[in-house]
């Protein structure tokens, strides 16, 4: 098993950095960008298909490669499969799953115990101060700053019960919608971006990496993930490098890889059972399926499904 220290951060930002240039960005802030402007709260329940997102995505980069509504919604339903087992939002869902990250929740697996859910129940007090999750605030802070999967103090079985209530609030789903684009689909858009990647499906695996390996600077993250790949075969379109194909199938290697072997302890249980995720995506990619067109026929983790 891969530990931290077997792959020091200063080498993991130093590839990152190098990466960044060879691709002409920078490496910039990665703080969470300021909560977007409310917006019409969705009207779908806590089992919607997967369209609320992509109708609000106003982090969607204006480039000529960024996904159209169409392939943005198969792309959230794809990570709706992965995440909970169907092409339909879970707002609602709550449980913790044993992975070391305390209650996971949400269309996104919002948890505890790194300030993920803290910021969305923040964000929803903001808008709806009085609702059955602000109260869980105090504790989510202390979680949040410990690092802990404890959830004895919240009590786990209250937040629980009282997330999957919140999550037929349109005004809760609104918000899960925009902590995913600012926090989620917009950075993996961005690294996209610099990368020159053009194809509606490298682009979408990199928005489920962002959604399941996070945007810091942890060895397991998205951006170390992108140094990797980039290290390894070169920058994709490059003049001699490698090409997009090329640089996505490397990309899924150094993922699977990471699952298997994360530098999180913690997370290598839940996460080696995950890496069919990344095979469903390199299964597209066989069929020669590059801008997810539709209907869309998958299989993950042995269940078929059909993405309009």
Known sequence: MRVPSAVPMVLVAALIAATLTACGGSSGDSADPAPAPATASSTASSSAPATSASASASATPSAASALTTDQRRRADQLISVFENSTPDIQYAYAENIGDGRGVTAGRAGFTTNDGDALKVIQAYAARVPQNKLAHYIPELQRLADAGSSD???????????????????????????????????????????????????????????????????????????????????????????????????????????????????ATQNEWSQSV????????????????????LKVTAFGTDYTLK
Do not use: M
């Open 151 to 265: 959830t004895s103090g919240l009590p786990e079985a209250s937040y629980v019960a009282d997330w999957k209530a919140a999550g037929t609030d349109p005004a809760f789903q609104q918000v899960q919608d925009d902590q995913v684009n600012q926090r989620y689909f917009a950075p993996a858009a961005s690294a996209a971006d610099q990368l020159g990647l053009t194809t509606a499906l490298a682009r979408a695996e990199l928005y489920d990496a962002s959604i399941q390996h996070g945007n810091g600077t942890e060895y397991d993250a998205l951006p170390s993930l992108i140094a990797r790949t980039t290290a390894k075969v070169g920058a994709p379109g490059k003049a001699g490098r490698a090409t997009e194909q090329a640089w996505l199938n490397a990309f899924f290697d150094v993922r699977i890889d990471d699952l298997r072997h994360p530098a999180n302890a």
């Open 276 to 295: 069919d995720r990344v095979e469903c995506l390199r299964r597209i990619a066989a069929s020669g399926n590059y801008q997810l067109s539709g209907p």
